[in-house]
């Protein structure tokens, strides 16, 4: 499938239609938006399109589900991360489709949209999949009865985005641009576009001016006091477990920094949309994240939580460093931490320079300058330690974390959705960013905008 455009660092793809807000489902907190449906305009054709960016796998969670009387309607991902789309009409008759690729990147935005049609005739014409603007062979398939209404389409049905219909089985990580087209079984192009000077690229149109029909919505997430805002007119739908802290900048046009579940050693939890760990071993184990930088001057933010604040690490280390290997992969890090005496110590190159303490709630700010391989520490906005030199081996450095304690909640910020509330709010230098404390003069957060001016 082609490569997802605004995730890999370096990526010069600008977009005409810039995305400006997603929202994050926190898996734990059981968040959705539900709404009920009227009559629809065209009850046995819909088309819905959505962004989406996974942080959780390995687990089945709903995308959006709706189930009403005999009509149940579900598109999710299963244990093994295939997508899953069952339909059952009003007189019991079922219908499936599975994927047969994985959905395994929590680091990528994936636009989806789902055609269906029961006017049509065999399973591949009355319900496509579109992923990244291409249409999908489903690896299993069975059609639904003629001219049958689905329950995305159904009178009277309550449609819950992000949970199973009880609400159940909830969705865990980001999602923007959701846009529902009552009446029309339409194609990718109307929700997005292949890049002219790189036609691999997928990237998203303004989709506001298609006609929604009665049952049609359309969800930008950009008032954050009312996330649920159908932005096409229609009715809204209410917020279920979710806060105006759950709007982010992270989206399909501006792809921010996460931790990344896929490049852990040792056991973390994730949650916050990946971006905060909780530790829950005894020994030297890291965990990594999702874009790493050769140049410029880069930003972010960790705040402690409660927990044994002796023994932790946070900087950077080098992508192509054996992290298996503790003592190889010492010696391609800088990091920084409290040690056992509760002093904020330099390793990676076996220096004791001590620059304070830090407390459960401090936040730890962090200014990487890959341009004269230095690193400055900023404790809750003062800098505690300037232009210390970066151990000589790193060439590509990548945000990461580290701890033998197994009560340690690390509450990361990269910019794109603080982990932590925040109470000022403070934004690079090109406008990107959500921090706590001043983001330091010509330093940017990691995200796809920021990596193609200066990555």
Not at 2 to 23: E, M, Q, R
Not at 105 to 121: E, G, K, M, P
Request: aromatic share 12%.
């Amino acid at each position: 499938m082609p490569i997802n455009s605004f995730l890999y660092p370096g990526a010069k793809v600008t977009t005409a239609y810039d995305v400006d807000n997603s929202v994050r489902f926190n898996r734990g907190d059981s968040p959705y938006f539900a709404r009920a449906q009227g009559t629809a305009t065209g009850a046995t054709k819909y088309t819905l399109s959505m962004w989406i960016k996974r942080a959780f796998l390995g687990t089945e969670m709903n995308l959006i589900g709706v189930s009403s009387g005999n009509t149940i309607e579900l598109i999710k991902f299963n244990a093994d991360n295939k997508l899953y789309w069952y339909n059952r009409d009003a007189s019991s008759n079922a219908a499936e489709n599975g994927t047969s690729n994985v959905f395994r990147d929590t680091s990528a935005w994936y636009n989806l949209v789902f055609v269906y049609d029961s006017t049509q005739s065999g399973a591949a014409n009355q319900r496509k999949l579109y992923l990244n603007g291409v249409n999908q062979t489903w690896g299993s398939a069975n059609a639904v009865q003629s001219d049958a209404v689905p329950g995305l389409n159904l009178s009277g049905a309550t449609i819950n985005i992000g949970a199973e219909s009880t609400p159940s089985l909830y969705y865990g990580g980001y999602m923007c641009e959701v846009n529902f087209i009552d009446g029309l079984a339409l194609t990718a192009s109307s929700f997005g576009e292949f890049d002219s000077d790189s036609p691999t690229i997928w990237k998203p149109k303004n989709a506001s001016g298609l006609t929604f029909g009665n049952n049609g919505f359309y969800l930008d997430f950009k008032d954050s006091s009312n996330l649920g805002n159908d932005a096409a007119g229609g009715t809204d739908f209410s917020e279920n477990n979710i806060v105006a802290a759950d709007q982010a900048t992270d989206t399909c046009t501006n792809n921010f920094c996460t931790v990344n579940p896929l490049d852990q050693y040792g056991t973390y939890t994730l949650s916050e949309g990946n971006c905060q760990i909780t530790s829950g071993h005894t020994s030297w184990y890291t965990i990594g994240s999702t874009m790493a930088v050769q140049n410029g001057k880069w930003y972010w933010e960790v705040e402690f939580d409660a927990g044994t604040m002796i023994e932790i690490f946070v900087g950077v280390h080098d992508t192509s460093v054996n992290r298996t290997d503790t003592n190889a992969w010492l010696t391609g890090s800088s990091l920084f931490y409290n040690d056992a005496g509760g002093e904020i110590r330099k390793d990676g190159t076996n220096s004791t320079e001590d620059y304070g303490t830090l407390s459960a709630g401090d936040i730890l700010g962090i200014a990487l300058n890959m341009d004269d391989k230095q690193i400055t520490l900023y404790k809750n906005g003062s800098a505690i330690a300037s232009n210390v030199a970066l151990s000589t081996s790193i060439s590509e450095a990548m945000p990461t974390f580290l701890t033998d304690a197994n009560d340690v909640v690390f509450k990361v910020n990269f910019g794109g959705c603080p982990s932590f509330a925040i109470s000022s709010g403070n934004a690079d230098g090109n406008g990107y960013g959500n921090f706590e404390y001043s983001v330091p003069s010509n330093y940017y957060s990691l995200c796809t905008k920021n990596l193609a001016e200066f990555g």
